[in-house]
């Protein structure tokens, strides 16, 4: 079966990429199933908790997020059928960041909530994230990094040190799963797509993502593990894809942005 997948890659090499994307997620689903996905993601969010992450429970703040990402997960569910999409936001006003870990896990910083000027930046990257579990780019990128047995040994709790390393990178803003320059273009396409699909300006990401440059901040959802420079390729990319698709949503949704980040911590 594996070996079935391994020459499907080769076949649909010279392909569209989006055959190649589907081909792709294909070997990844044969070498890491759903179940496995799901569990380690279980394991990687007991090891943030064992690295003492603050959650926020905040239950206003928490609601809202998850409104945002319940109006993505109708479009993801499409792409990626089955997956159990939890959302999780982590206590940290200092850090503009998000990330996902395979099963659908979804996390948001509280910097990040604070940082974006509407709703329309903040559903452009849970969309990204959103993208990286539907494309299964963790479970490719485990699998590059760690190789088959140890991802396996990840997902039954059997090498708690390497989740434990996989965790700690996550929070600390570097981790084996750093995606490449297709990966994140990929869930760029995603994010613009499904904010899109919401009813949200898709410009959102791409004037998320021109406002952090501009700063000098680069949260991990935004690098590239090289090419440069990496995020103004990703800003034309995104702005290209609304033109070349008709991508016409309007909404911004500033007033309740401003609304719960009054309710957040700084």
């Known amino acids: 079966m594996r070996f079935a997948a391994l020459i499907a890659v080769v076949v649909f090499s010279s392909c569209t990429a989006m055959q190649r994307r589907q081909t792709e997620q294909v070997v990844a689903s044969t070498l890491i199933t759903d179940s496995q996905e799901t569990e380690l993601g279980f394991q990687v969010h007991e090891e943030l908790k064992k ?4 959650f926020l429970e905040n239950p206003d703040v928490g609601f809202y997020v998850g409104g945002l990402v319940n109006k993505l997960k ?4 499409q792409d ?3 997956v159990n999409w939890q959302y999780f936001v982590i206590d940290d006003p200092k850090t503009v960041n998000a ?6 896990r979804i996390y948001v910083y509280t910097g990040l909530l604070l ?3 509407n709703e329309a930046e903040i559903v452009g990257v849970l969309g990204h994230e959103l993208g990286h579990v539907v494309a299964r780019h963790s479970a490719r990128q485990l699998v590059a990094a760690k190789g088959l047995e140890t991802v396996g040994a990840m997902a039954l709790g059997k090498d708690p040190a390497d989740v434990a390393i996989l965790a700690a990178g996550l929070i600390g803003k570097g981790s084996i799963m750093a995606y490449g320059r297709d990966m994140e273009l990929e869930s760029d396409h995603y994010g613009a797509k499904y904010a899109n699909a919401a009813g949200y300006a898709p ?3 791409a004037s998320f993502f021109e406002k952090l440059k501009a700063k000098g901040e680069l949260p991990g959802f935004m690098t590239f593990l090289s090419t440069h420079p990496a995020n103004t390729e990703r800003i034309e990319k995104i702005n290209a894809q609304i033109a070349s698709e008709g991508l016409q949503s309007k909404e911004l949704g500033v007033a309740s942005l401003k609304a719960i980040q009054a309710k957040i911590p700084r």
Do not use: S
């Open 51 to 54: 690295e003492n992450t603050k």
């Open 74 to 77: 109708p479009f993801a569910d």
């Open 80 to 82: 990626r059928p089955g």
């Open 99 to 104: 990330f996902a870990t395979p099963g659908g």
């Open 115 to 117: 940082e974006a000027e």
């Open 203 to 205: 410009q959102g990401l």
